[in-house]
């Protein structure tokens, strides 16, 4: 799957060390898969969840961070529209639609 963008996890993990290698994991895993549908990522990424409108929550550094993912499947492409801390994620109004 092709991601938007690397640089926005590069810009949060330069801020926060400490996500840096689940971030990576994270990129290569998406990248080198070809997801069909959300029932597969979250089968692969067993701490995510579905949000809705196409959209995913990953836990990132053992639930430090969220990062929230937007999934084309059909054209095999995923931007992400959230990386953060729990708190927050938790201040997040509508999710569905960032």
């Not at 840096?20 to 089968?43: C, G, H, M, T």
């Not at 701490?47 to 639930?63: C, E, K, M, P, Q």
């Amino acid at each position: 799957m092709r991601i938007f963008t690397r640089g926005t996890l590069r810009a949060f993990w330069d801020q926060k060390a400490d996500a840096r290698p689940a971030l990576e994991f994270w990129y290569d895993a998406i990248e080198k898969n070809r997801f069909q549908n959300p029932n597969e990522v979250i089968s692969f990424f067993k701490n995510a969840d579905t949000v809705g409108n196409g959209r995913i929550v990953f836990n990132i550094t053992h639930n430090k961070y969220r990062l929230v993912a937007k999934f084309e499947y059909e054209r095999q492409l995923v931007f992400v529209r959230f990386i953060g801390s729990h708190k927050d994620y938790d201040k997040i109004e509508d999710i569905k639609n960032i």
